[in-house]
Nanobody
Framework: QLRLVESGGGLAQPGGSLRLACAAS????????MGWYRQAPGKQRELVAR???????NYADSVKGRFTITRDNAENTVWLQMNSLKFEDTAVYYC?????????WGQGTQVTVSS
């Protein structure tokens, strides 16, 4: 049974950092591209970072140079290091495959950037 569990969110000041983690189970983790998505209040969910099964990364322009996605296929885990946080990074962050598994999203982790 597929399960994606996000953690590591919280409150950060502008310019601060957070590191998100996603533990996956019930899937052949190492064959999937994995990504971090976010959804801010009143906005559609968007993909902000992606890592292929082979380690190639892609980032949304809004986070390029500030966020870093990594993964450990042996641990079925993907991380998102978020630096130089901005107010507009406030959102619920989710991990999922890219494209996302149909009909499945984890609970997400809230990131709030506030002074």
């Amino acid at each position: 049974q597929l399960r994606l569990v996000e953690s590591g969110g919280g409150l950060a000041q502008p310019g601060g950092s957070l590191r998100l983690a996603c533990a996956a189970s019930g899937m052949d983790f190492d064959i999937f591209a994995m990504g971090w998505y976010r959804q801010a209040p009143g906005k559609q969910r968007e993909l902000v970072a992606r890592m292929s099964s082979g380690g190639i990364t892609n980032y949304a322009d809004s986070v390029k140079g500030r966020f870093t996605i990594t993964r450990d296929n042996a641990e079925n885990t993907v991380w998102l290091q978020m630096n130089s946080l901005k107010f507009e990074d406030t959102a619920v962050y989710y991990c999922n495959s890219v494209p996302p598994f149909r009909g499945y999203w984890g609970q997400g982790t809230q990131v709030t950037v506030s002074s």
